[in-house]
């Protein structure tokens, strides 16, 4: 079955402190990977996606197809960070799969 | 350039009842989504449309129809409204059929409560 699971549905930060959201997926065949993110009373939008290999506002993933998982890494977390992310797979059939979300919250 | 753009922005139905959820793009987009958000589930593909003229089931169409009613407008329409589908509905939009180059565009969401 094709799959997205953040296990962590709340992650809480100090500003400054590094960041790792996790996201593994299970797909068979060469997965394409996203992470969306949704800040407070904003839309949800593309932050990366791993085809890409790009930095945006700092954060980067690596596709790890050894251990299935896209996680998504920041050095230095800033207040401006906290917001909803979801890791989403696109899969055969044209559709993306979501993670459940993990809600990240960066104290000052 | 509004992107793309959702009716009404909350609503509360009684059970049974039945109501239809409006979606806009105006960037030109082939294809466009109707996702349902759930605390701890995500969010859940209910039916897309890879093209003007069709539509597809996602993982979740049960209790919902759909209308792609020209390139710009793919409607969602509960017909008789249950307490499950208390949710925030999310309609997207993208370039292409669904691939990897195309992002996705949100609306800004559809907040539903059924009594």
């Not at chain 1, 791993?50 to 050095?75: C, Q, V, W, Y």
């Not at chain 1, 979801?86 to 459940?100: D, H, P, R, V």
């Not at chain 2, 059929?97 to 059924?114: A, D, K, M, W």
Request: net charge positive; proline share 5%.
């Amino acid at each position: 079955a094709q799959r997205v699971t953040q296990p962590e549905k709340l992650l809480s930060v100090f500003k400054g402190a590094p960041v790792e959201l996790k996201c593994n997926y299970s797909y068979s065949g060469s997965p394409e990977l996203f992470w969306y993110v949704q800040y407070s009373r904003q839309r949800l939008q593309l932050l990366l996606r791993h085809i890409s290999r790009e930095s945006i506002k700092g954060f980067t993933a690596d596709l790890n197809k050894g251990e299935t998982s896209f996680h998504l890494k920041k050095p230095f977390a800033q207040e401006e960070d906290s917001a909803m992310y979801y890791c989403a797979l696109y899969n055969q059939g044209g559709k993306l799969i979501f993670g459940q979300g993990t809600e990240l919250s960066v104290k000052p | 350039n509004a992107g793309v753009t959702q009716t009404p922005k909350f609503q509360v139905l009684k059970t049974g009842q039945s109501m239809t959820l409006q979606c806009a793009q105006d960037m030109n987009h082939n294809s466009m989504y109707w996702y349902r958000q759930d605390p701890g589930m995500g969010l859940r593909l209910i039916y897309y449309s890879a093209s003007e003229g069709t539509t597809d089931k996602g993982e979740v169409p049960n209790g919902y129809n759909v209308s792609r009613l020209n390139k710009r407008e793919f409607s969602l329409r509960l017909e008789s409204a249950a307490p499950s589908q208390t949710s925030v509905y999310f309609c997207a939009s993208s370039e292409g059929p669904p691939r990897v180059s195309y992002e996705q565009y949100f609306g800004p969401g559809t907040r539903l409560t059924v009594t």
